[in-house]
T-cell receptor
């Protein structure tokens, strides 16, 4: 039990739609990172939020966007869904944005795009 | 970017056997974590080990940072150890995110 929660657990959307995924970080953590895990692969970094500002981004198009709220919870928004967006989306919280901080992962949201 | 390679890709063990999983990385790192991903997708932290040796029950890990590899040891394996084991690193320079290997899928049979 990491104290990081995500909702919903599963989601089915059709191509072209938009989706919002949510993450609540562990108590005391001010940094949230989002990762996408395609079937059979390791997670890939989407972006990180620290104190409500984007603090680093991986190789994902602008239709992947995010928010972090004053309570440090976070949202991942994906517009114009494509079939390849089907994946497990994981969020991780850490004490701070330093790369040396341990990241704790939530249970994930499994997104299926039809 | 940094390359992270894990071996073996798949491992099948009889319950009670021991195993060693390896993680090689191509650049210097200041964060290395081992995770166990259960069948439901949850990534469970096993070790934060950018260098040195740690032990936690039947599991132990060693990272030799100067030679750019880490090892995860599982002793007296149990069926609940089944799942995918990931090594993730953060390079000493550059972005603050973790880079994951492709994982080792472990199956422990009774």
């Amino acid at each position: 039990e990491t104290g990081v929660t995500q909702s919903p657990t599963h989601l089915i959307k059709t191509r072209g739609q938009q989706v919002t995924l949510r993450c609540s970080s562990q108590s005391g953590h001010n940094t949230v990172s989002w990762y996408q895990q395609a079937l059979g692969q390791g997670p890939q970094f989407i972006f990180q939020y620290y104190r409500e500002e984007e603090n680093g981004r991986g190789n994902f198009p602008p239709r992947f966007s995010g928010l972090q709220f004053p309570n440090y919870s976070s949202e991942l928004n994906v517009n114009a869904l494509e079939l390849d967006d089907s994946a497990l989306y994981l969020c991780a919280s850490s004490l701070g944005p330093a790369g040396t901080d341990t990241q704790y992962f939530g249970p994930g949201t499994r997104l299926t795009v039809l | 970017g940094i390359q992270v390679e894990q071996s073996p890709p798949d491992l099948i063990l009889q319950e009670g056997a021991n195993s060693t999983l390896r993680c090689n990385f191509s650049d210097s790192v200041n964060n290395l974590q081992w995770f166990h991903q259960n069948p439901w997708g949850q990534l469970i932290n096993l070790f934060y080990i950018p260098s040195g040796t740690k032990q936690n029950g039947r599991l132990s890990a060693t990272t030799v940072a100067t030679e750019r590899y880490s090892l995860l040891y599982i002793s007296s394996s149990q069926t609940t150890d089944s799942g995918v084991y990931f090594c993730a690193v953060r390079p000493s320079t550059g972005a603050n995110n973790l880079f994951f290997g492709t994982g080792t899928r472990l199956t422990v049979i009774p």
